[in-house]
């Protein structure tokens, strides 16, 4: 195993994965709970993600069709009523009685 050429670089690599996967997990919840401002990081994702998948799909479509199939899943599940409708009360679908 080859050792990294400069661990600053590597920790911050490292931390930068964090702080994406913290991101990616906040507008997920967001989605989830019906909130309507996490329909634009989502759809930004899925943008860059299908940018990823469409290259993909030649040389390795065993990565590149997961990946767009998500991406066309997630965009879709952003329009649905429980996200771009605002209920009347303001509650969202995981709000405890």
């Known amino acids: 195993m080859d050792r ?18 913290a991101g990616v997990a906040s507008v997920s919840l967001g989605l989830w709970r019906g909130q309507r401002w996490s329909r634009s990081p989502a759809l930004v994702w899925q943008a860059l993600q299908a940018s990823v998948a469409v290259p993909a799909l030649g040389p390795r479509p065993q990565i590149g069709v ?32």
């Open 4 to 21: 990294p050429a400069s661990f600053v670089g590597s920790a911050f690599l490292a931390l930068l994965v964090v702080l994406l996967g």
């Open 66 to 97: 997961p990946l767009l199939v998500a991406a066309v899943l997630v965009v879709v599940g952003a329009f649905t009523p429980g996200v771009v409708e605002e209920p009347p009360d303001g509650r969202t679908p995981l709000d405890g009685d």
